[in-house]
């Protein structure tokens, strides 16, 4: 189950690939999406956010790895299942930012089913501090998050949602053009 959220946050600013009305979204491990995608990017792409204070923070998904090997044996993936690793950079702007990783991050398949953090650890990644980060204006955090999907998945989109999964969802695409 997911942790509480900090803070609620809502995506101001353009990230490239502009902006969307199309569905996609939060759900449990394996649902089909339902929220409206707010913004579209590609990896590399950062994005503004801001919270509910009005402090503003960057989002960065610097990296994924489709088969990421866990930091230790306990946090192997489930029989049948793989690990996808997503590397985010988080840079503070405005004031002090505190929030969860776990609960802003989801990936999608292209079988159209989304898939939340397992919490667990990546191999030469950190997971944030357990998941969570704290920046100040300036300072930046960089760390992964991990997945456990079906090995017959692709992942097509990660995702990061504001508002613990009820807010704006800013949504880079893997997919080539």
Same mark, same amino acid.
């Given at each position: 189950?997911?942790? *509480?959220? $900090?803070?609620?946050?809502?995506?101001?600013? !353009?990230?490239?690939?502009?902006?969307?009305?199309?569905?996609?979204?939060?759900?449990?491990?394996?649902?089909? /999406?339902?929220?409206?995608? *707010?913004?579209?990017?590609? +990896?590399? *792409?950062?994005?503004?956010? #801001?919270?509910?204070?009005?402090?503003?923070?960057?989002?960065?998904?610097?990296?994924?790895? /489709?088969?990421?090997? /866990? &930091? #230790?044996? $306990?946090?192997?993936?489930?029989?049948?299942?793989?690990? $996808?690793?997503?590397? !985010?950079? #988080?840079?503070?702007?405005?004031?002090?930012?505190?929030? =969860?990783? &776990?609960?802003? =991050?989801?990936?999608?398949?292209?079988?159209?089913?989304?898939?939340? =953090?397992?919490?667990?650890? #990546?191999?030469?990644? +950190?997971? !944030?501090?357990?998941?969570? $980060?704290?920046?100040?204006?300036?300072?930046?955090? @960089?760390?992964?998050?991990? !997945?456990?999907?079906?090995?017959? @998945?692709?992942?097509?989109?990660?995702?990061?949602?504001?508002? =613990?999964?009820?807010?704006?969802?800013?949504?880079?695409?893997?997919?080539? /053009?």
């Amino acid at each position: 189950m997911k942790r *509480s959220k $900090f803070i609620g946050l809502t995506v101001v600013a !353009f990230a490239l690939g502009g902006c969307s009305g199309a569905e996609a979204g939060g759900g449990l491990n394996g649902t089909t /999406p339902t929220t409206a995608v *707010s913004h579209r990017a590609i +990896v590399g *792409s950062t994005i503004k956010l #801001i919270d509910k204070s009005s402090l503003v923070y960057d989002v960065t998904l610097v990296k994924v790895t /489709p088969n990421a090997r /866990p &930091d #230790i044996a $306990f946090d192997k993936a489930p029989a049948g299942q793989v690990i $996808f690793g997503a590397q !985010f950079k #988080i840079t503070g702007v405005t004031g002090t930012e505190a929030d =969860s990783v &776990d609960n802003d =991050s989801q990936v999608i398949g292209t079988n159209g089913k989304t898939y939340e =953090s397992a919490g667990n650890g #990546i191999a030469g990644c +950190v997971d !944030f501090n357990n998941g969570t $980060f704290t920046v100040n204006p300036g300072q930046s955090v @960089v760390g992964c998050e991990a !997945f456990d999907v079906p090995k017959s @998945v692709k992942i097509a989109k990660v995702e990061w949602t504001t508002d =613990s999964g009820s807010g704006s969802v800013v949504e880079w695409s893997l997919a080539g /053009p």
